[in-house]
């Protein structure tokens, strides 16, 4: 089974301060306690297609993911380790994440996508975050039946972290717009 959600989220900050608060989110120091799942995060290859407008580049994610007690013994591991591809279009001023978790995958498929786009009915002040998640848990023999509550479970977390990601986007964003006026906080 899959659990699968989607969300949406309207930045009232311009689309040119959201997508570089994105790239900042991790780095700054203040965010840490609230990201403190995200352990480290590299990037692994960063490509500009100048005449295309676009940005591409590939970035490792390191995650700490605790779980219940039982399922730590039989994964072995709190670690997982994902991969972020990010496409920026300067031309059209769209911002596309797509990450995916490539250690645990016997256990667990985990697929994120997120995309900032200017807001249709406010393009210039105003930006949209769409963002879809879905989680599969691979049946375990001796754990088939509690498949679904371990997805649950799992999508519970991943709106918990994602609330305080766009609670560090906003923070970030404000941060970015004193910055852009001269004004230190």
């Known amino acids: 089974m899959v659990r699968a959600y ?3 989220h309207i930045y009232k900050h311009p689309w040119e301060r959201v997508t570089s608060a994105s790239w900042r989110k991790f780095a700054d120091p203040e965010n840490k306690r609230a990201l403190s799942h995200i352990l480290e995060v590299d990037t692994l290859n960063c490509k500009l297609d100048p005449e295309a407008g676009k ?3 590939v970035r490792a994610v390191t995650i700490h993911t605790p779980g219940p007690w039982f399922i730590r013994k039989i994964v072995g591991q709190e670690i997982c380790h994902s991969v972020e591809s990010t496409v920026v279009d300067a031309k059209s001023r769209s911002m596309q994440l797509a990450t995916r978790n490539i ?6 498929e985990v697929e994120e996508k997120i995309r900032y ?6 393009p210039n002040e105003w930006t949209v975050c769409k963002q879809e998640t879905s989680i599969r848990i691979k049946p375990l023999s001796a754990l088939a039946s509690m498949a679904e509550k371990i997805e649950q479970k799992c999508v519970e977390k991943f709106q918990q972290n994602s609330a305080k990601g766009r609670e560090v986007m906003e923070r970030m964003c404000k941060y970015l717009e004193a910055e852009s006026k001269g004004i230190s906080l």
């Open 6 to 8: 989607a969300q949406e």
């Open 117 to 122: 786009d200017p807001h249709p009915g406010n």
């Open 103 to 108: 250690s645990l995958q016997k256990f667990i």
């Open 55 to 57: 940005l591409y580049t």
